[in-house]
């Protein structure tokens, strides 16, 4: 049933894994792009992620002892034995890229356990603003202990990354060298990377403008995956209300293929779309949002892009038992039954049942019924079905869990007639971190929809009411998103509002405008979706 096998891994345990090494005669003679060369770029991923460790470990150890201290002999002797192994051809470079780790050029897939350690990596580069850190042969012992202890002490609140910059050279240290954070979106392909150390720009409208926008084109494209991919989950739904003939995933796959490809683009362009919120198409507009949220998460982690689809698949169907629950149970405007609730407690279990007659019980993929049957788990195994045997649960589960509360809470629905405000069910969901939900799981979430979500309304003190529409880029700056005014200061909708950087500053420092309150969204009737169509 689970489709990745969790092992505890201690911290000891990762530090024993041996280094792999190669010779620089080989990696100089093996072709880019040939077999032999994407295995010699895999083991140097793998490197990569060593130095990560031990980085961690030495930065974590530096904390507590002083630079000399034999504690640092073993991340410092191993470092230096990754660097040399790792520098022949050019020096190693560490990247962190919109809280992404990068070695060169490759993304640093992280698996489940070795998670903690990226995030701890990716907070700590964070604090000083670091988009790089280059060791080069050069560097010896006392280079990597000088560094780690001037990392520890000095305090970025008070010093900026110049100033650390300052300090390696006074105390001459070689063989590091570190990089700013680069202020451009740079995963766009399309030419359309936009500025983000620009301020307020205006709402451009495709229309009128003589060229087509391709930001806009983009959008349209991800709103018609969106309407394809929920009328998939509605088929597929009806056909196992009408006794589970078999039917073709392939369409859905291939609409939610063209949303991922979106998402690499503009990942809160299609994160917007989940506030396309419809009453009466409850169910289908649920499935597909937590297929969006459950695939932002799952690239968030670094699952590899090829899987990303089959999670995305998985996600969509997680409430297919809900087909077997009557439509006046699912549409009851009142409070549930026992019986009702018997009925809702067994979707999970229902679901497997309904995707393995789908699609003959040998072709069932186990993240698929993963998806169904844990989803209401919970990490703590609070929820259910309660389980008499022990169990671990899968990856894929423990990410639905998060996406499917979010989105359920945030929607509203029959039997819960007023939707909660993005924020209060994020504090609600914060407050049950490493209980129901997965902790680092979470973080990661929480990153992806912003600590004040995609699509919270917010009043700025201008008192004029806007929407969130991304988070803030610079993740120290997280309370100030993007939003774009939505109504002027008496409350009257504004059209083509302008689109506010909160973290923009005016020549004398200050914030030039912030946020007073959030808004809960039933307060005002506004339909935050059009802002992201
Ligand atoms: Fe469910
Ligand atoms: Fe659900």
Redesign the pocket.
Known sequence: MSDIKIKETTAEDEQAQPILTHEKSISQKIARGSEAGDILDQQMVMLGIQLVTQLNVLIKTSRIYERTNAALDKPVDTMLTLIKTMAQDQPVTLRLQNDFLFLWDSHLKVNAQQMAVATSIIDALNVWKIGGLTFSLAVESKDLREFAALFVSLDPETKALEDLQKEITARRIVGIELEEQRQLQLRSTHGTARNTSSGTTENKSPEGTGSPDPKAQRKVNAKNGYAKVAGSVGTLTQSARDGGAAVSFKQAKRAIQNIIDLMVDDEAAVLGLTTLRCHDQYTHNHSVNVSLLSIALANRVGYPKVELADLGLAALF??M??STIPMEVLNKPGEFTDEDWVA?RN??TE?VLSLSKMRGITNLPGRMAAA?FE??MNLDFSGYPKLTVPWTLSLTGRILTIA?CYD?MTSSRVYRREPMSPSKVLNMMLSKSGKSFDAVLLKLFVNCVGIIPIGSMVMLETNELAVVLKPAADKTNAERPFVRVIADPQGNPVEHGREIDLTEKNDIGDFCHSIIRLIDNTEYKFDTSRYFT
């Open positions: 997680h409430d038992g809900k809702m979707h999970p679901g169904s989803h209401h499917d359920a």
